[in-house]
């Protein structure tokens, strides 16, 4: 009896570890419960389980892209089209953003300029104040410290969207609450407003490379 009862609880046991494994179960009932699959819109996708290679018949209007078309009527988030940075969350990746340029219109630089310092007045001043000095109004009431002074600062236009892209150190990305260019506005305004010095070295660079270019 006692041989039989231990055979049994083995068995028990044994039944339970395999039933419970999702390595290799032996019948899966709804298995995206066991392997969640997370499509990217502008990738193809296919299906989850079998042949990797089938194209789900669903999204083939749309070269096999998850990304439906709008419904009409929608507001446009992005009207401008232009892209985020395509640079790593990396150290590496905050070093390569200090040569990247605005891809703004020079021509609307007046306009905007004044709406980089509306967006930054209503949504940086508050930790990097409106003198760019880091003493904002959290800063000062003791709740937050450690923001920088923007003139100690090495940056230049690529690197100030880059943070508030991913964001850096203690502070966290404004890509939630800022359209790309947006942030490239609020980019521009920070520069010109706090490093005028490395906007001008800017302008010094691109008319000799503009000089170099004709004298050839």
Known sequence: MKKLTKYILIGTVALSLISCSKKKPALVYFPDMYYPVAYDPYEEAVLAYGEQT???????????????????????QNPEGILPMDLPATPEGYEASKNVVSPLNPENKEKDLARGKLLFDRTCAVCHGTAGDGQGNIVQSGAYSGVPNYKDRQITV????????????????????????DMW?????????????????????TIK???????Q
């Open 54 to 76: 089938t194209t789900v018949s669903l999204f083939k209007k749309h070269d096999g892209r998850t990304a439906l078309d709008p419904v009409p009527g929608s507001i446009v």
């Open 158 to 181: 690529g690197s100030v969207y880059y943070v508030m892209l991913h964001g850096r150190n203690a502070m966290g990305s404004y890509a939630g609450q800022l359209l790309p260019g």
């Open 185 to 205: 506005r609020v980019a521009e305004y920070v520069i010109h407003e706090f490093k005028p010095e490395v906007e001008n070295s800017s302008k010094v660079a």
């Open 209 to 215: 490379t503009t000089t170099e270019t004709s004298e």
